[in-house]
Every structure is written in structure tokens, then in C-alpha cells.
């Protein structure tokens, strides 16, 4: 049975965009204040679309003009993104899949004190773990960034799901071909489970560009801060000059939005799967 | 011959779980214990091993005569003050989008952006568009014939008011979500059978959605709490817990004690509590799931 386009819907679908617009308009003001010129951003009634164009000399000056340059921030940020991705993307599966489908001793106590330390929220781990850090010689060092976010218990939990899922009869006949335990997962359950680790390398991929306090706790040195400090420290420099602010809060978004927008299937479905940040 | 395979299953089981319990030893295990350990103390990290000294629970009693950290914890419960509207207007809106209208794989893009887009540029736009004098939120205001508007986050008396409002509309995308994802999980033959029924809309919604959904709703309260007890980066960014302690929470008052007077022992002892706390949510969680929700 065909749906009839019918007034109803079409009237209460203009009135949630019109709400959508509202929702969302701190995002079109940071836009279009980030394309004006200083003197213009604050005049009102809010100008959406500016009328003088100076998009190019503020991000040039957001770009280029700050001492670390604002590159170097998305660099050191997209290496600890990268590299904590992929590290928790193989602790995680290899875990996953040991704990699903091997059998070995004291799997299930073990399975229990990884859960229970999720319960542990992060930010009551700060002291220890920056003593320990400081002690290790990582303070100040992407690696301790890396090190923090790729124990993930979630990521285990979630995996582990889909590991479950996979019939034993496709691990057998492997076995049967006289592979081994590694060759097993390596050429027949990790290429079944894929799409949950490209949902979970998503998931973590935002969650580790996002992450502010670690980066804020864990690094002194402006060369090595990620983007986040990067932003909050040129907000701080350029206190009075709100369309450069403005310009430097679009470039921190816009990476993620892109991400978000390409893989946003993966990412609503992760999240209703997970249930949970962090 | 079933023999070697066993042993060899068990070795690589450990193996393969090795990376993980070794990470989550160090990372976790290692640090709670130690914040046990070091909450009987006062040694700040500045000041040697061997000037470690235990005062037994000193550093609680302080804490329970600490009128910030009192003040910090009311704050935290206050955050929850706008739970209940945010998940009842999440609702409203997940029920309209997943029946009533067209495009809405786009608007579940719309509603969620913020929840995806990252504390701290979000922080700074807001305080530009709260600004007490040029921002276009006082514009407005005063356009419509407000003459002294808040001072929003510069104000003591609006600048939690004022979290509260950029908290909950960077989280309402994630309550919305995860209602839309159970209310897809409700089987359509209930809805039909009551409207041959003669059921009508209100009534279905609180005879079926309602309940149905009680398991969804248990879980964003439990959420939901946590969260807002685990609120850090918009403190720090927007007010640092001032003007006056005013926006102080458990979670920034912990970072202040540890990493700007670094007494040690004492932020030790705060992250003590806050753990039970969360401790305590987690366990009502357990026993409620299996108590109070609808299966």
C-alpha cells in the first residue's frame, strides 16, 4: 500500500526542520561569524549570511598566523588519533575473540574483572595515573595519550558480541585445513566482523579527537598539544578577536562533521549499540 | 592426540587476551588501588616518596567539612534537574520523527550533530553568543524589551543556569537516539492491534509506547546521571567552577586539588567518593534492570 503524500506530514516535517534550524544555530553563527570581518560579527540583528567577505584573511590568520601554527596541532592530532585507533582496533579484537571463541582457564573470571572495571569511572584515576606516568617517563609524550584510550573495555564488549555471533563451523573448517589459531582469526572471524570494527574505529576515531582532559592533564609542551588544547589556547591569545575564535572552532568541527557525515550509519548504529561514551 | 591441541588453544587464549589485561592493569587496576592507598595521606606529588605519611581518614573528615566540595556535590545534583525534560522532550521528538514525518535519516543527522561535534569549540561559540554585552542572545533579549539582561556565564547566579542549557543541548542528541532505536524495537502488531481495538493515539502511547520503552528510559536516567557526574570539559573551558565556586562540580574540584594545589593525598581522597558514587548508580542500575523495568 502506497503512502499518499498527504498535508499532515508535510506540514509537521517543515515545522521539525524549522525546529532544526533553531536546534542548530549556534553552528550557522559560529559559520558565518567565522566569514566576517571583526567589526561585523556582532552586529544585530544577526547577519546569517555576511556582507563583507573576509573568510580567506581569517583563516589564513587561523591557519598560518599562530605561534605553533594551527596545522601543527591537527598533525599531532590526527598521529594520536591514528595511532590509538588502530592499537585499541587489535588489542580489542584479539581480546574479543580470544574470550568468545577460545577455550582456556579462568576465562570467565577474567572476562569478569575486565567488565568490572568499567565501572571505574576515568577521572577518579587522574592522580595515579599521571604519578605513574611521570614515573614511566611519559608524562608529556603522545604515547601516554595513546597508552590511556587503548584499554578499551567497551570496545572489548562489543566485539565480543559479534565474535559470538559467528557459527563455530566456519572456525572448525579451518582448523580442518590445518591453519592456526592466528591464521584462523586473522583470514576467517576478523574479516566476518568487520563492519563492527569499522562502527568501533569510528566510535573511537571521535571520542579520541574530542578527548580534552587527557591531553590537558597529560601534556605540558605547546608543541605536542592536539587540537582541542590547540583551540582552547589560541581562544585564550586572541581573547578579543571573536571572528578568528569563531574560525578556529569551524576547523575543529569541520573534520569530525566529515567523518560523521560519511559514516553517520556506522555511528548512530554504534552508539544505540554501545549505549555509552567513553 | 586431543591433547597437544588443548594446550596449545590455552596458551594462545592467553596470549590473545594478554595486551588488553596488561593495559588495563596498569592503566586502571594499579591506579585505583593506589588511590585507596594514597586517600590515607597527605603527601602532595611534588614533595618525595619518603615524605609519605599516613593520616588516616583526615582527609574524609576535611572533605565532609569542605563547604566547596558540599557546594560542588549540590551543584552535580542540580545538573540533574533538567534530566526529566530533556528525556521527555527527547521522546516527544523521537515519536514524531520515526512516525509523522519524511526525511528522517536527516533529521536524526540534525538532532545528534552537537552530541558528535566536541566540547570545546562548542564552549567558545557559546561564550561568544552569551557574551553580557555584544553577544546575539543579550541582542535579542534586549531587542524584545529586556533592559538588563543576565549576564549569562559571567553572572553568579546565571552561569550554572547557563551550563545547564549548553550541557543539555549538547546531550539531548544522544537521549534522542537511543529513543528512536527502541521505539523501532516495538512490534507494529501491538499499535494495530489496538487501533482495531479503537485505542487512540494517547492512549496507545501509554498503554504501549510508554511501557515498552520503560527498559530505554531506565537506561538514559542511569546514563544520564553518570554523565552529568562525569562533567569536566565544559567547566573547564567556560568557567573553571566560578564566578565564586558557583558552577564548581565534584569532577573540577578533584583536577583543582590535584594539578593546581597539588595536594595529592586530598584529590585522592575526592576521587574516593566520587568512585563510590558512581559505584552506588552502576549497582541501582543492576538491581533495577531486573526490578522496575518492564520486560
Known amino acids: 500500500m502506497k503512502e499518499a503524500l498527504n498535508i499532515k506530514k508535510i506540514l509537521i516535517t517543515l515545522f521539525i526542520f524549522a525546529f532544526g534550524l533553531l536546534f542548530l544555530s549556534p553552528f550557522f553563527w559560529m559559520l558565518s561569524a567565522s566569514f566576517k570581518p571583526e567589526a561585523e560579527v556582532f552586529r544585530y540583528p544577526v547577519q546569517w549570511i555576511p556582507e563583507t567577505w573576509h573568510a580567506v584573511e581569517n583563516y589564513k590568520k587561523v591557519w598560518f598566523g599562530t605561534h605553533p601554527p594551527f596545522y601543527h596541532y591537527y598533525w599531532n592530532s590526527i598521529k594520536v588519533v591514528i595511532l590509538t585507533t588502530m592499537t585499541s582496533i587489535i588489542v580489542s579484537s584479539l581480546a574479543a575473540y580470544s574470550f568468545a571463541k577460545l577455550n582456556f582457564k579462568g576465562k570467565d573470571i577474567l572476562f569478569l574483572i575486565v567488565l568490572a572495571t568499567f565501572m571505574v569511572p576515568s577521572q577518579s584515576l587522574f592522580v595515579p595515573q599521571f604519578i605513574l606516568f611521570r614515573w614511566m617517563n611519559l608524562y608529556d609524550t603522545h604515547l601516554a595519550l595513546i597508552l590511556l584510550h587503548s584499554f578499551s573495555v567497551l570496545g572489548t564488549f562489543m566485539l565480543r558480541q559479534f565474535f559470538l555471533g559467528i557459527l563455530n563451523d566456519y572456525l572448525d573448517s579451518g582448523k580442518m585445513d590445518g591453519a592456526g589459531h592466528l591464521r584462523i582469526f586473522t583470514h576467517i572471524a576478523l574479516p566476518m566482523v568487520l563492519p563492527a570494527i569499522a562502527t568501533y574505529g569510528i566510535l573511537r576515531f571521535i571520542w579520541t579527537w574530542n578527548d580534552y582532559q587527557m591531553p590537558l592533564i597529560f601534556l605540558h609542551s605547546i608543541d605536542l598539544y592536539t587540537l582541542q588544547l590547540g583551540i582552547r589556547q589560541f581562544a585564550d591569545e586572541n581573547g578579543q578577536i571573536y571572528s578568528l575564535q569563531m574560525a578556529a572552532a569551524v576547523l575543529a568541527v569541520v573534520p569530525l562533521l566529515i567523518v560523521f557525515l560519511i559514516a553517520q550509519k556506522q555511528v548512530i548504529e554504534g552508539i544505540q549499540l554501545g549505549g555509552v561514551k567513553g | ?286 538491581v533495577g534492570q531486573r526490578r522496575w523495568v518492564h520486560q
Do not use: C
Not at chain 2, 556535590?73 to 526529566?84: F, G, H, S
Not at chain 2, 552569551?130 to 539582561?149: A, K, R
Not at chain 2, 528512536?180 to 485505542?199: H, K, T, V
Not at chain 2, 590535584?258 to 558514587?277: D, K, R
Open chain 2, 1 to 286: 592426540m586431543m591433547k597437544p591441541v588443548r594446550l596449545k588453544e590455552t596458551t594462545v587464549g592467553y596470549l590473545f587476551v594478554a595486551p588488553l589485561l596488561i593495559g588495563i592493569t596498569v592503566i586502571t587496576i594499579i591506579p585505583i588501588l593506589a588511590s585507596f592507598g594514597l586517600s590515607f595521606t597527605n603527601w602532595s606529588l611534588v614533595s618525595g616518596i619518603e615524605n609519605i605519611h599516613f593520616i588516616g581518614m583526615n582527609n574524609f573528615n576535611r572533605l565532609f567539612h569542605d563547604a566547596v566540595f558540599m557546594k560542588s556535590l549540590v551543584n552535580n545534583l542540580l545538573l540533574l534537574a533538567a534530566l526529566p525534560f530533556k528525556l521527555a522532550f527527547a521522546l516527544f521528538l523521537a515519536i514524531i520523527i520515526n512516525k509523522y514525518i519524511y526525511f528522517k535519516d536527516f533529521f536524526k543527522i540534525v538532532y545528534f550533530m552537537p552530541f558528535i561535534s566536541g566540547v570545546v569549540a562548542i564552549a567558545i561559540v557559546f561564550r561568544v553568543m552569551f557574551h553580557p554585552t555584544y553577544g546575539p542572545v543579550n541582542n535579542m533579549l534586549m531587542s524584545i524589551g529586556i533592559d538588563h539582561p543576565p549576564g549569562w556565564l559571567a553572572d553568579m547566579d546565571f552561569a550554572f543556569f547557563s551550563l545547564i542549557i549548553i550541557f543539555t543541548w549538547i546531550q539531548f542528541g544522544f537521549s534522542f537516539i537511543i529513543y528512536i532505536a527502541g521505539l523501532q524495537n516495538i512490534s507494529r502488531e501491538l499499535y494495530e492491534a489496538a487501533s482495531i481495538d479503537g485505542a487512540s493515539a494517547w492512549r496507545q502511547f501509554k498503554h504501549i509506547t510508554l511501557p515498552m520503552l520503560s527498559p530505554t528510559t531506565f537506561f538514559l536516567l542511569i546514563t544520564g546521571i553518570i554523565s552529568s557526574f562525569k562533567i569536566f570539559d565544559l567547566i573547564a573551558v567556560l568557567t573553571e567552577g566560578g564566578p565564586a565556586n558557583s558552577t564548581m562540580v565534584a569532577i573540577y574540584y578533584l583536577y583543582q586539588r590535584a594539578f593546581v594545589n597539588l595536594e595529592t593525598g586530598y584529590a585522592s581522597a575526592i576521587s574516593i567518593v566520587i568512585f563510590a558514587f558512581i559505584l552506588i548508580i552502576t549497582l541501582i542500575n543492576w
